[in-house]
């Protein structure tokens, strides 16, 4: 899909453009709610990591993209360590249609900002005294295509609700 993002991107005639104005952290969080006694603690540690993301409009052509990353880790029901990053950007796009200026900020936008959320969420886990974790890769372009299919999914089965509570109306 990026290598599509630009054909027929341009809207009007407009020359198409994508800048970052700004990169910072929005929100950042660190808990170890049971230290120092979880440093002793035996067993497999269990990570569980959410991803979100949230876009909101400033201005003409100006977006603000936050990416929020949390990483909970568990040993048994004990947490170990809890930390959440909400990483933003302030962008400008002008000259994207509708579709094209979606996919930039669902799919370039939060890989702009995913290194910075990671960064940071490896910098909180060690400085809280555990050993470094670092964030694989994410493909914002996987979820962005599995986000629209499960649009495209509920706007199909809206309409065939419609559907079929005419056709028991009419019956």
Known sequence: ??????????????QAAFNVQKIYAKDVSF???NAPLVFNEQGQPELNMNLNQKVGKLADDVYEVVLGVTLTCTVGEKTIYLAEVAQAGIFGLSGFDDPTLDAMLG??????????ARQAVSDLINQGGFPPFYLQPINFEGIYAEGLR??????????????VVSEGGNA
């Open 31 to 33: 808990e170890a709610p």
């Open 150 to 163: 499960r649009r495209a999914e509920q706007v199909a089965a809206a309409s065939e609700g419609s559907t």
């Open 1 to 14: 899909m990026s290598a599509n993002l630009t054909e027929g991107a341009v809207q009007d005639g407009a």
């Open 107 to 116: 799919i370039h936008c939060p890989t702009v900002l995913f290194p910075y």
